[in-house]
């Protein structure tokens, strides 16, 4: 088997480099095959998004901070949207909530996440010259990029984008006579949603079959760096969830466009009784689910996965827990599956299966707490250094407790009946998969940035763009946690309806500046990023002081990510500070017959192993040449 | 136009900041290694954000107090106000010592030139305790939940008032069951512009209903709201009753709870002589999905007997729908609807 494997590897970098300098401009940067330059463009693609998305959050909490004021100035970009006495239109209000969640779920935290770090390092940190299907991989891109642009073109049409929520519930989102944004609007987010799970498919199937196939020489799945885990698990949680959500849209477009009636019954809409019966919309909602539950998973794991390795580079010490960490993970993903339904607490759904599903849920909270208490126990007797990266990790634990915590009130149905659809909710999944994501995300630009453009990030831009968004995105969603206590529903428009939700005007004002400065922070970021890309520091070829094999290749790796030969993994990556170890920190291609001063017992047991596995390796490839 | 100044004036100041700041650190000439400097101040600042963040949620948390503690008036809500704060101690106990631990250790094990971190991998004791501690926690609070749950969502008590509630785009509707204590059948193929519930009217559980502008509930007696959607979803959402349920068209969904507290009571209590209760939606149903109020009154009982008493039938108001009653029902809808002979006579006269 690993012989196959080896042969398979090496024919490929041989054509590989034979193919390198003959490449030209569309084939190295646009069409390109490379995981590195795949991984680049989904990066880039996703800041883009990010952009998008958070702008739209701007202008509604405009509206929500400021319900009063004219909004004539926004005319020039959102024209008829605006209506003639200066207010935003409650339609495109709904649009923007909307799309704001579709953009930042899918198209920034699965595919901007993933995509990037998912493509980067597995094959540089398991040891590949690329991945499994460089073809596919390229396709994963570009059936993205395809989504993206239908997705984008949604806003540019005169009904408006989808504006059914994200969860697009029919029967709202079956109907276009139920609002605007249900007619071209809403096919466009099913056509850009269907292309974009054909590219997390193509994108996880590589990943999965490249980290089990492709591994060096050495690197078992017990020395793998807890990122490749976590990209790993990701990517089969994908592969499980997203072809659901394809059916239940496929179901749903069959609903729009073909007169089925899988979630359509009894409906008198617009002057009309309409002809479907039987169906169930909550059906929708298993399907959406069974697919949405895991997706926050899909988000969340790979940032869990990326901070595990920069915390414990930067605290200096070995992760503490790495079997849990894995068994946490591999339970979180497992758990991920059998929960779905606690988001239908309320919908009428058989009030025992809320009982199941409760249960479930809060079951999950378990291995939750086992990667916090472990991230603080790495911390623990550390000596941290406070990269940009680090920064947003420790922020990502902070984040992730803060929003983990609340789930234990929404994962309990009882409590859930008030809560449900509140501002608690928005509060609680914006900390613990939005902005904890999303840390993990940008602690994995500040640290492998270096990896990805051979040159260094401007720390103290870092620091102080980590600073304001840490304490920019708690003044956001901390007092949220209020509202949602006072009951304040969310994707309303405006609160002056109501009585019960006249108060907190002060603090939804608050909110939305404290949203502004929180977004315009993040320009500093698209300026060290962009700026460093072409006039930043050169890096060195291990700035971290990092064990992980990515930072075995030169600087700027080429196509084959090695030149010579792939190295040898003889320890797992998280050697640092080893007592006795001159450096604090050994890199995974360091045998252990190389540092006799610092083996524990049972390595050195296991050193004899360690020489016969290189004598097989030399076999091998004689064998190969021959 | 705006936006674009205002993006690449700040990117103007954001580059000029970074050139002075390169500047200055390369006149410093750095050395090799982790900038201590930095460190420290990052590391600092870690301690300082604990507590500044912590005084923050105090200060909050109490100055909000009145705003996000809202009055209760259920028996149920009662009951899962309780658990929700118990909910919140046990959080809060678990946020306090994490955040703690996170960000003093943060500060406390920041680098030092001379320091080396411990080697410390793994501990399988520590790993067992915490993972059995919160497991032993959630155990006793998945219990309190279920046992809470079980009671909410438990069959109805026989003698409940039943209220059926209606959600449309963009309003609710209210329809009673009249003196028969039967809603009559709907069919949503029978709505119209007047019949807005698809009243079937060759059901003669339909002829006494009555369909009031505002909901009225009597105080202490137990009430099953039967609840459904003609178009797209809704959700039936009462804050301080402590009660949602979605309202989905075509699977009726129900919801059964007690008031505790008069619309007078409740008046006196906040101190808000306008104080109503308010039904909202709480599923997104479209562009006026922040305007489907409608007013609940919660009567003491002889008053809610007094006021059902007062309300006309639903066909009494609409008399030209005899004709739709099948001719040997005719008899009993008149009766029961309350209608007097002449209108009787007047819509016969229409045929």
Same mark, same amino acid.
């Given at each position: 088997?690993?012989?196959?494997?080896?042969?398979?590897?090496?024919?490929?970098?041989?054509?590989?480099?034979?193919?390198?300098?003959?490449?030209?401009?569309?084939?190295?940067?646009?069409?390109?095959?490379?995981?590195?330059?795949?991984?680049?463009?989904?990066?880039?693609?996703?800041?883009?998004?990010?952009?998008?998305?958070?702008?739209?959050?701007?202008?509604?909490?405009?509206?929500?901070?400021?319900?009063?004021?004219? @909004?004539?100035?926004?005319?020039?970009?959102?024209?008829?949207?605006?209506?003639?006495?200066?207010?935003?239109?409650?339609?495109?209000?709904?649009?923007?909530?909307? #799309?704001?969640?579709?953009?930042?779920?899918?198209?920034?935290?699965?595919?901007?996440?993933?995509?990037?770090?998912?493509?980067?390092?597995?094959?540089?940190?398991?040891?590949?010259?690329? @991945?499994?299907?460089?073809?596919?991989? #390229?396709?994963?891109?570009?059936?993205?990029?395809?989504?993206?642009?239908?997705?984008?073109?949604?806003?540019?049409?005169?009904?408006?984008?989808?504006?059914?929520?994200?969860?697009?519930?029919?029967?709202?989102?079956? +109907?276009?006579?139920?609002?605007?944004?249900?007619?071209?609007?809403?096919?466009?987010?099913?056509?850009? #949603?269907?292309?974009?799970?054909?590219?997390?498919?193509?994108?996880?199937?590589?990943?999965?079959?490249?980290?089990?196939?492709?591994?060096?020489?050495?690197?078992?799945?017990?020395?793998? %760096?807890?990122?490749?885990?976590?990209?790993?698990?990701?990517?089969?949680?994908?592969?499980?969830?997203?072809?659901?959500?394809?059916?239940?849209? +496929?179901?749903?477009?069959?609903?729009?466009?073909?007169?089925?009636?899988?979630? +359509?019954?009894?409906?008198?809409?617009?002057?009309?009784?309409?002809?479907?019966?039987?169906?169930?919309?909550?059906?929708?909602?298993?399907?959406?689910?069974?697919?949405?539950?895991?997706?926050?998973?899909?988000?969340?794991?790979?940032?869990?996965?990326?901070?595990?390795?920069?915390?414990?580079?930067?605290?200096?010490?070995?992760?503490?827990?790495?079997?849990?960490?894995?068994?946490?993970?591999?339970?979180?993903?497992?758990?991920?599956?059998?929960?779905?339904?606690?988001?239908?607490?309320?919908?009428?759904?058989?009030?025992?299966?809320?009982?199941?599903?409760?249960?479930?849920?809060?079951?999950?909270?378990?291995?939750?707490?086992?990667?916090?208490?472990?991230?603080?126990?790495? +911390?623990?007797?550390?000596?941290?250094?406070?990269?940009?990266?680090?920064?947003?990790?420790?922020?990502?634990?902070?984040? $992730?407790?803060?929003?983990?915590?609340?789930?234990?009130? @929404?994962?309990?149905?009882?409590?859930?009946?008030?809560?449900?659809?509140?501002? $608690?909710?928005?509060?609680?999944?914006?900390?613990?998969?939005?902005?904890?994501?999303?840390?993990?995300?940008?602690?994995?630009?500040?640290?492998?940035?270096?990896?990805?453009?051979?040159?260094?990030?401007?720390?103290?831009?870092?620091?102080?763009?980590?600073?304001?968004?840490?304490?920019?995105?708690?003044?956001?969603?901390?007092?949220?946690?209020?509202?949602?206590?006072?009951?304040?529903?969310?994707?309303?428009?405006?609160?002056?309806?109501?009585?019960? $939700?006249?108060?907190?005007?002060?603090?939804?004002?608050?909110?939305?500046?404290?949203?502004?400065?929180?977004?315009?922070?993040?320009?500093?970021?698209?300026?060290?990023?962009?700026?460093?890309?072409?006039?930043?520091?050169?890096?060195?070829?291990?700035?971290?002081?990092?064990?992980?094999?990515?930072?075995?290749?030169?600087?700027? %790796?080429?196509?084959?990510?090695?030149?010579?030969?792939?190295?040898?993994?003889?320890?797992?990556?998280?050697?640092?500070?080893? %007592?006795?170890?001159?450096?604090?920190?050994?890199?995974?291609?360091?045998?252990?017959?190389?540092?006799?001063?610092?083996?524990?017992?049972?390595?050195?047991?296991?050193?004899?192993?360690?020489?016969?596995?290189?004598?097989?390796?030399?076999?091998?490839?004689?064998?190969?040449?021959? | 136009?705006?936006?674009?100044?205002?993006?690449?004036?700040?990117?103007?100041?954001? =580059?000029?900041?970074?050139?002075?700041?390169?500047?200055?650190?390369?006149?410093?000439?750095?050395?090799?290694?982790?900038?201590?400097?930095?460190?420290?101040?990052?590391?600092?600042?870690?301690?300082?954000?604990?507590?500044?963040?912590?005084?923050?949620?105090?200060?909050?948390?109490? =100055?909000?107090?009145?705003?996000?503690?809202?009055?209760?008036?259920?028996?149920?809500? =009662?009951?899962?106000?309780?658990?929700?704060?118990?909910?919140?101690?046990?959080?809060?106990?678990?946020?306090?010592?994490?955040?703690?631990?996170?960000?003093?250790?943060?500060?406390?094990?920041?680098?030092?030139?001379?320091?080396?971190?411990?080697?410390? *991998?793994? !501990?399988?004791?520590?790993? =067992?305790?915490?993972?059995?501690?919160?497991?032993?926690?959630?155990?006793?609070?998945?219990?309190?939940?279920?046992?809470?749950?079980?009671?909410?969502?438990?069959?109805?008590?026989?003698?409940?008032?039943?209220?059926?509630?209606?959600?449309?785009?963009?309003?609710?509707?209210?329809?009673?069951?009249?003196?028969?204590?039967?809603?009559?059948?709907?069919?949503?193929?029978?709505?119209?512009?007047?019949?807005?519930?698809?009243?079937?009217?060759?059901?003669?559980?339909?002829?006494?209903?009555?369909?009031?502008?505002?909901?009225?509930? *009597?105080?202490?007696?137990?009430?099953?709201?039967?609840?459904?959607?003609?178009?797209?979803?809704?959700?039936?959402?009462? *804050?301080?009753?402590?009660?949602?349920?979605?309202?989905?068209?075509?699977?009726?969904?129900?919801?059964?709870?007690?008031?505790?507290?008069?619309?007078?009571?409740?008046?006196?209590?906040?101190? !808000?002589?306008?104080?109503?209760?308010?039904?909202?939606?709480?599923?997104?149903?479209?562009?006026?999905?922040?305007?489907?109020?409608?007013?609940?009154?919660?009567?003491?009982?002889?008053?809610?007997?007094?006021?059902?008493?007062?309300?006309?039938?639903?066909?009494?108001?609409?008399?030209?729908?005899?004709?739709?009653?099948?001719?040997?029902?005719?008899?009993?809808?008149?009766?029961?609807?309350?209608?007097?002979?002449?209108?009787?006579?007047?819509?016969?006269?229409?045929?």
């Amino acid at each position: 088997m690993d012989t196959a494997d080896l042969h398979i590897v090496e024919d490929h970098s041989t054509e590989a480099h034979d193919d390198h300098h003959e490449q030209g401009f569309v084939e190295k940067y646009i069409f390109s095959q490379d995981h590195k330059t795949i991984a680049k463009q989904f990066l880039i693609s996703g800041i883009l998004w990010a952009v998008i998305g958070g702008l739209l959050s701007v202008f509604f909490r405009l509206q929500l901070g400021f319900p009063n004021m004219s @909004m004539e100035w926004l005319r020039p970009l959102l024209g008829g949207w605006i209506s003639a006495n200066g207010q935003l239109d409650p339609g495109f209000y709904l649009a923007m909530v909307t #799309m704001h969640g579709t953009i930042m779920v899918f198209f920034v935290l699965t595919a901007g996440l993933s995509g990037t770090f998912s493509n980067f390092l597995i094959p540089l940190q398991i040891g590949a010259r690329d @991945m499994a299907s460089g073809f596919m991989n #390229m396709l994963s891109y570009w059936f993205f990029f395809l989504s993206s642009v239908i997705m984008f073109t949604s806003f540019f049409i005169s009904t408006g984008p989808a504006s059914g929520g994200w969860v697009i519930y029919p029967p709202l989102s079956a +109907l276009p006579q139920a609002m605007s944004g249900s007619g071209l609007g809403m096919t466009l987010w099913l056509i850009a #949603m269907a292309l974009f799970i054909v590219s997390t498919l193509l994108g996880g199937i590589n990943y999965v079959a490249t980290v089990i196939n492709l591994r060096t020489d050495g690197m078992s799945f017990t020395k793998l %760096p807890l990122t490749i885990w976590a990209f790993f698990l990701t990517a089969i949680i994908g592969i499980l969830s997203f072809p659901v959500l394809l059916s239940a849209a +496929l179901l749903l477009i069959l609903d729009r466009s073909f007169g089925t009636s899988f979630y +359509l019954s009894e409906i008198y809409i617009g002057g009309e009784a309409l002809p479907n019966l039987g169906g169930s919309p909550i059906l929708f909602q298993h399907l959406f689910w069974f697919l949405g539950h895991p997706e926050v998973y899909i988000v969340l794991l790979p940032s869990l996965g990326i901070t595990s390795e920069i915390i414990s580079t930067n605290s200096r010490k070995p992760i503490f827990g790495y079997k849990a960490m894995i068994g946490s993970m591999i339970g979180i993903g497992f758990l991920s599956f059998i929960v779905w339904a606690h988001h239908m607490f309320v919908t009428g759904m058989n009030p025992f299966l809320g009982s199941i599903f409760m249960l479930l849920t809060l079951i999950i909270a378990i291995p939750s707490a086992i990667k916090v208490f472990n991230y603080i126990a790495t +911390l623990w007797q550390g000596n941290i250094v406070f990269t940009p990266a680090m920064l947003f990790s420790i922020g990502l634990v902070s984040f $992730f407790i803060s929003g983990g915590l609340t789930g234990l009130f @929404m994962g309990n149905s009882a409590l859930d009946i008030q809560l449900h659809d509140t501002y $608690f909710i928005v509060a609680h999944f914006h900390l613990v998969m939005g902005s904890a994501a999303f840390f993990g995300m940008l602690a994995g630009v500040y640290h492998w940035f270096p990896k990805m453009f051979g040159r260094m990030m401007d720390a103290k831009l870092g620091y102080i763009h980590f600073w304001l968004s840490f304490i920019g995105i708690y003044l956001i969603f901390f007092p949220m946690h209020y509202i949602g206590i006072a009951g304040f529903p969310r994707r309303y428009y405006s609160f002056t309806n109501f009585d019960a $939700f006249s108060s907190f005007t002060d603090l939804n004002a608050f909110i939305s500046v404290a949203a502004i400065a929180t977004f315009t922070a993040q320009f500093i970021f698209l300026f060290n990023f962009f700026y460093s890309m072409f006039r930043g520091k050169k890096a060195s070829s291990n700035p971290w002081k990092s064990n992980t094999l990515e930072w075995t290749t030169p600087i700027n %790796p080429g196509h084959g990510n090695w030149p010579g030969e792939i190295p040898k993994v003889y320890r797992w990556p998280y050697d640092y500070s080893k %007592p006795g170890a001159p450096d604090d920190f050994i890199p995974q291609t360091v045998p252990l017959s190389e540092t006799p001063e610092s083996n524990l017992p049972h390595e050195n047991e296991l050193i004899n192993m360690e020489s016969k596995a290189d004598d097989d390796a030399i076999v091998i490839n004689t064998d190969d040449k021959e | 136009m705006l936006i674009g100044l205002g993006t690449l004036l700040l990117l103007l100041v954001v =580059v000029l900041l970074y050139k002075v700041s390169t500047m200055i650190g390369v006149a410093k000439n750095k050395s090799e290694g982790p900038d201590s400097r930095s460190n420290n101040i990052n590391g600092i600042l870690m301690l300082v954000f604990l507590i500044v963040f912590s005084g923050a949620i105090v200060y909050s948390a109490y =100055v909000y107090y009145d705003d996000y503690v809202i009055p209760v008036a259920s028996q149920h809500g =009662v009951t899962t106000d309780d658990m929700f704060w118990v909910t919140m101690w046990v959080t809060g106990f678990a946020f306090v010592v994490t955040h703690v631990l996170l960000f003093y250790y943060a500060f406390r094990y920041r680098y030092r030139k001379n320091n080396k971190a411990t080697f410390y *991998p793994d !501990n399988s004791k520590l790993e =067992v305790i915490w993972t059995i501690v919160p497991a032993v926690v959630l155990t006793l609070l998945v219990l309190y939940g279920l046992n809470v749950w079980t009671d909410i969502t438990s069959q109805a008590p026989e003698e409940s008032e039943v209220v059926e509630i209606m959600g449309m785009q963009f309003a609710w509707k209210t329809r009673y069951p009249g003196n028969d204590n039967q809603l009559g059948n709907y069919d949503y193929k029978k709505i119209d512009a007047a019949n807005m519930f698809g009243m079937d009217l060759t059901d003669k559980n339909s002829f006494d209903d009555f369909t009031p502008r505002e909901i009225h509930l *009597p105080k202490g007696k137990p009430v099953l709201f039967n609840i459904r959607a003609r178009d797209v979803l809704h959700s039936v959402y009462v *804050p301080a009753f402590r009660l949602k349920m979605d309202a989905v068209p075509g699977m009726p969904t129900k919801f059964w709870f007690i008031p505790t507290k008069s619309t007078a009571e409740m008046r006196e209590e906040t101190g !808000n002589p306008d104080f109503n209760y308010e039904l909202a939606c709480a599923e997104i149903c479209g562009d006026g999905h922040f305007t489907m109020r409608m007013v609940i009154v919660v009567d003491e009982p002889a008053d809610y007997e007094k006021w059902k008493k007062e309300q006309q039938t639903w066909l009494s108001k609409n008399p030209e729908y005899i004709s739709s009653i099948p001719e040997e029902l005719r008899e009993v809808a008149l009766i029961s609807s309350g209608i007097n002979t002449e209108a009787a006579k007047v819509s016969e006269a229409s045929l």
